[in-house]
C-alpha cells in the first residue's frame, strides 16, 4: 500500500480510482463536444451557407477539422482503455488517457473560439467579433488552466508544517492532494 496522505491504496485501486473520476470528466466534455460537433456538421446544409465569404467558409472549414480532433481525442481515451482491457497496464492507461484528455481540451478551447469566430462574424460584419473572440478566449483560458494551476499553486505553497513530516518518507513529488500521483506523472510509465 502507498502511505501518504489522505489515502493509502494499491497502484492498482488508486488507477481504478484514477479511471473512474477521468471517465466522469470525458462523459461531460465528451457531449458537450458531440452537441457541438453535430451543429457544425449541419452548418453546411442551410441556404445560408451559399452566402458565406470565402474567408468565412475557410474558417468554417478549420472548425469542422478542429471539432473532428477534439471528438478524436476526447473519444481516443475509451478506445485505449478497450485495447488495453486485461493486460495489466491500468496505470499506463490512465497516463496515456490523461494526456488525450489534456490534449481534447486544448483542441475543444481552439474550436470554441474558431466557432465564436464564425459565428460573430456572420452576426456582427465587424472588428467587434475579433475583440468579443478573444474576450472569450481569455476566459476560457482563465477557466480552463490558470484557475487549475493557481489552485495547485496555492495548495503547494499554502501547506502546513506538519506535512513536512509526512513528507520525509514520500519525496516522488506527490501533490495532488489525493494521495496519490497525479495521472500525468504516474508510475514510471512515460
Known sequence: MTASRGRQETQEERA????????????????GVQILFGFLLAVVFQSRFEDLGETDRNIYVVTVMLGSATAAA?????????????????????????????????????????????????????????????????????????????????GRSGRRDTDDEEEDGNRDGNRDGDGGESPERGSGAA
Not at 22 to 31: D, I, K, M, S
Open 74 to 154: 476526447l473519444i481516443g481515451p475509451v478506445s485505449y482503455h478497450r485495447l488495453l482491457t486485461g493486460r495489466r497496464m491500468k496505470p499506463e492507461t490512465v497516463i496515456w488517457a490523461s494526456r488525450m484528455t489534456v490534449l481534447g481540451l486544448v483542441l475543444l478551447f481552439c474550436t470554441m473560439c474558431s466557432v465564436l469566430l464564425l459565428i460573430l462574424r456572420v452576426a456582427l460584419h465587424n472588428q467587434l467579433a475579433l475583440w468579443l473572440v478573444g474576450a472569450m478566449a481569455l476566459w476560457f483560458v482563465a477557466c480552463w488552466f490558470v484557475f487549475p494551476v493557481w489552485a495547485l499553486a496555492r
Open 16 to 31: 481504478d480510482r484514477q479511471w473512474s473520476e477521468l471517465l466522469q470528466e470525458l462523459r461531460v466534455a465528451q457531449t
